[in-house]
Structure formats: C-alpha cells, structure tokens
C-alpha cells in the first residue's frame, strides 16, 4: 500500500430518523420518535473509521450554507471533511421510517448529485492505502468513464478500491448490467445480501433466497477478486478467488436503530486491514463495529472520544 489514510468518498445526507409508536395511520397521526442528524453512507463510513482511530479523508458536497455544519460533525468523530458547496441545490436528506430491522427510505440526493471526479485530489491519492466508494455515488454524480478514470488514479498509486452498492432499489434504477459494467476493476467488493441476490440475477422464491450467502459471495468472484458479502443476523460471508469461502458469524442482538450499521462494519473492516490484520480478523472487527452502532440512534458514533482495538 502506497500510503496510511483512507480516503471515502460519497454522500453527505441530512437523516430524519422516524420510529413509529405504533402502525402508520393514513391520513392522520401517527405518534414518533423523530431524531435528526447528519449521515450518509460514505459519511456514516468516515465517521466510524475516526472514531476508531484510522486517518481517513472524506469527500464530499453539500447544500450552501451547510459545509461547517457537517464539517464540524466530522471532526468531531475525527474524520477530516474536504467538502465543497452547491450554490444551487440543498444538502442531501432522507427521510428513514423505521420498523424493527426493516427502514423504508425516502431519498433526495441534492447537492450529493453534483460531487466531481476532480474533488478527490491527486494529494489525497498520494497518501491513501485504501479508496472506498458508494455507488450512491456512481448513480447520480460520477459517470462511468469519471468511475474508471478514478480507479485507475488509485491503482496507479497501489491504492486498493473497495466498492459498498449502496442500494438495491438504485441498483435497479440504474441497471443491474450497467452496474456491473461500470464498476469492473473494484479490489474488494461489499454487499449486502439483497444486493447480491439482485445483482446475480437471483430471485426469491416461495420465501426462500434462490442462492446460499456462500454462492452469492462465490458467484460475484466475477466481479471483484475479494468479496465480502453481509447478511444481518446471519453473519458476514468472504469470498477469495482461489480460496473456499469463510463465515463469520454475528451475535444476535435486538437492535435500537439499525441504520448506519452497514456503513460501521465498513468502517472496521477498513480499519483491521489498515492495521495490518487479515481478511477474516478486519471482517470480525467490522462485525463487532457494527454490533455497537446498532444499539445507537442514528447512523453515526458517539463522537469525541478516540477508540481504542
């Protein structure tokens, strides 16, 4: 690896987090929890790494007016913003209705639509060990040529990529073929299952997922020389071209939001590997990062103090 820090770079989103009391009435109250908050995949990712204690840049754009606001937010976990501002369109915002381990997302992407290729400098690349993407990002701000292009900056510096899909309702927005496409060339490639299954082509059927999480992770070695596929309450999957897949399995924990607790274990898988651990070991770190988050509201860490491993 050519450099020390990670450099993530995606969507900063305004989060409006709504726990309902009860079942949603029509057409009148419905009794909530609402708690508002800063977010964001790739956001939530940064975060959650300085907490940990990892050197890591984000990149991103907001609404005008917004920049401190959210740059604040991310110092304060310890990441360091390197965000620009949108003279025309508001900051990001979703809506998340959440139901025990289901959350419904209404999503406006705003100013993250216009992030540009050139706001991950060549200085940034130089000291990365570790580029990490959303393809929120590829679906509305980079187009596929920006994608490869910067892709090939980083591996040019020996820059491993790894690429989270972000969302399987985008991913059929953008094109599963297109998708796949156009992110060719990732190092690590980070699924959920519900991503998996959509991007093999994978229907359910009779209530029953059409593939194993281990074939999922196996299949997609296709795609990305190293996998690792999750899967909530039953565990992570790792796949390695060349290598039989490894499980790690997940305690299973009545969550109190589980929003943001992709993008935490995220976070700690990038944060063991930058420590020099093995694929199995960060993915288990990852696991026990994302164990924490989901027994916080919102998708962010407590902020302030540094984490130790």
Known sequence: MAGSRVVVVGDVIDDIIVVPQGPVRADTDTTSTIVRGPGGSASNTAA??????APVDLVGRVGAGDLERHAGALRASGATPHLTEDPDRVTGTIVIVVDGERRTMLTDRGANATLSPAAVTDALLDEAAHLHL??????????????AQLLRRAHDRGVVVSLDPGSAGFLVDYGVERFLADTRGVDILLPNRAEAQLLLGFAERDGAAASTSEECAQALLEQAPTVVLTS??????????GAKAVRVDVESITPVDPTGAGDAFTAGLLRGLLAGD?????AAFGVRTARQAVTLQGGRPPVVVTQQR
């Not at 959650?48 to 204690?53: A, E, V």
């Not at 959303?134 to 994608?147: H, I, K, P, R, V």
């Open 278 to 282: 093995d694929l199995v070991a960060a």
């Open 232 to 241: 909530g309450n039953d565990g992570v999957v790792i796949a390695r071209r």
């Open 48 to 53: 959650w790494l300085g907490w940990l204690g």
């Open 134 to 147: 959303t393809g929120y990002t590829l679906f509305d701000a980079l187009e596929a040529e920006s994608f």
